[in-house]
């Protein structure tokens, strides 16, 4: 039976999710019920694209992306895969309808992780576009589940929360990226002599996307709304740690927000949104 299929392939994305991000699994979790798989058939998908550019480095990772490409497009056009991850994105492509271009411009910034290791102001804007905003309108389009007047509404900071996620993973992986896959995202920034002044500038700027997204997160359907604030919360509250250490220890460290706090923060948050204090 195809639904038994179905079910496979969406619990092929949940496990995805649960596996890689906590954070994001727990802002999904507290999405209404019926937002579930779709969310997790997203986040399973640019997963396995974000893994094939960081991870597969004995591979040949040029032609598996390209590969994984090919079976996308496919994918979407046949309405089925036996690739469980892309026959459940596929699903949710169809079924909310999801643009081409918003997937073109997701696997044109996972090119980019092959082809650049340094970016100027330019390449800097279109890889977030692509690899951070881009999602957040995947993610959009099932919210609105057609509303299209809404959609439009919440795209900038649909966008903006996309974007503050990014660059505070930027700042969390910055010795990952530095030292292992010798990249540096942000631009015009020599990150071996990575000055407080220089982090300040960042961090306002992420502190700027985040002030806009939540202005978003007020205005979301109900079932969508504490679920993206938890997320919200969690990476405020990454982003405040990362505030309160240098850029020197950030080279030799991946922070992260502790178990405890992040239940302190659910509580904290819970309350907050049920006396309607968001």
């Known amino acids: 039976m195809l639904k038994l299929f179905d079910k496979v392939a969406a619990r092929c994305s949940k496990n995805i999710t649960r596996t890689y991000s906590t954070s994001f699994s727990l802002g999904i979790y507290f999405l209404e019920r019926k937002l579930h798989e779709p969310i997790y058939g997203i986040y399973g998908f640019v997963r396995f694209a974000d893994e094939i550019v960081d991870t597969f480095h004995q591979h040949d990772k040029e032609r598996l992306l390209d590969t994984f490409r090919n079976d996308t497009y496919k994918a979407i056009e046949d309405g089925i895969s036996l690739n469980p991850v892309l026959h459940s994105f596929q699903q949710v492509v169809n079924r909310y309808h999801i643009e081409r271009e918003l997937i073109d411009t997701f696997l044109r910034s996972m090119e980019m992780d092959l082809e650049k290791n340094r970016h100027n102001q330019l390449?800097?804007?279109?890889?977030?576009?692509?690899?951070?905003?881009?999602?957040?309108?995947?993610?959009?389009?099932?919210?609105?589940?057609?509303?299209?007047?809404?959609?439009?509404?919440?795209?900038?900071?649909?966008?903006?929360?996309?974007?503050?996620?990014?660059?505070?993973?930027?700042?969390?992986?910055?010795?990952?990226?530095?030292?292992?896959?010798?990249?540096?995202?942000?631009?015009?920034?020599?990150?071996?002599?990575?000055?407080?002044?220089?982090?300040?500038?960042?961090?306002?700027?992420?502190?700027?996307?985040?002030?806009?997204?939540?202005?978003?997160?007020?205005?979301?359907?109900?079932?969508?709304?504490?679920?993206?604030?938890?997320?919200?919360?969690?990476?405020?509250?990454?982003?405040?740690?990362?505030?309160?250490?240098t850029g020197e220890a950030l080279l030799r460290q991946r922070l992260s927000v502790p178990n405890h706090q992040k239940f302190r923060l659910l509580i904290h948050s819970y309350f907050r949104y049920s006396f309607g204090l968001l």
């Not at 279109?126 to 309108?137: P, R």
């Not at 990952?176 to 500038?201: G, I, M, Q, S, W």
Request: net charge positive; hydrophobic share 40%; aromatic share 14%.
């Open 123 to 245: 390449s800097y804007e279109d890889y977030i576009l692509g690899s951070a905003e881009v999602v957040g309108l995947m993610c959009l389009r099932v919210f609105c589940n057609g509303n299209e007047a809404l959609y439009q509404s919440l795209k900038k900071p649909a966008m903006r929360l996309g974007s503050a996620f990014q660059k505070v993973n930027f700042l969390r992986d910055l010795h990952t990226d530095f030292h292992e896959l010798k990249r540096t995202y942000f631009p015009n920034v020599d990150v071996r002599n990575f000055c407080e002044k220089t982090k300040a500038a960042i961090e306002a700027d992420i502190r700027e996307d985040f002030r806009i997204a939540l202005d978003g997160i007020k205005r979301l359907p109900r079932g969508a709304r504490f679920g993206v604030y938890v997320a919200y919360v969690y990476y405020r509250a990454l982003l405040e740690r990362i505030e309160s250490t």
